[in-house]
């Protein structure tokens, strides 16, 4: 194994630890979610409030999920340009996909926060949990691998 390959190696461990902290995320905001329902009585903003509130952090969630989706290939196509820091540049890449990928469970969070109940919050840290699944580091290193860059 060369020193690329060595390196290769080494940041797609870090990536993957990486990832598996981003995936629990979601996962410990529903253990919150649920924690903060035992016993509540009412939210913290009325109901009327709470229906406006909800389609709208959707379509936050949506903007969100897009953003990941188009920062990680506009970030990906940079790194491939620039060899020097393609590695770099491919870490960039998915720690701001899986970033923003996570703040839409935080938004299902916050639902609960102001009111909501679990079954308002769970949708939006489905997806969460769903996508970063999807964004994966594994597929990322294999298809920058067959894509043929170089990281050095």
Known sequence: ??????????????????????????????????????????????????????????????????????????????????RTSALLGLQVALLVGWTMTEAVGVLGLLLVVLGGGLSVALPFLLVSFGALVWQGPDGAMLRWREEGRSTH
Not at 22 to 37: D, N, R, S, T
Not at 39 to 53: D, K, T, V, W
């Open 1 to 82: 194994m060369n020193e690329s390959d060595q390196e290769r190696a080494r940041v797609t461990r870090v990536l993957r630890a990486l990832w598996i902290a981003f995936l629990g995320a979601p996962v410990i905001y529903l253990a919150v979610a649920f924690l903060m329902l035992r016993g509540r009585q009412e939210g913290f903003i009325a109901p009327p409030a709470l229906r406006i509130l909800k389609p709208v952090l959707a379509f936050a969630g949506v903007l969100l999920l897009a953003g990941a989706f188009f920062a990680r290939r506009a970030l990906l196509a940079r790194a491939s340009a620039d």
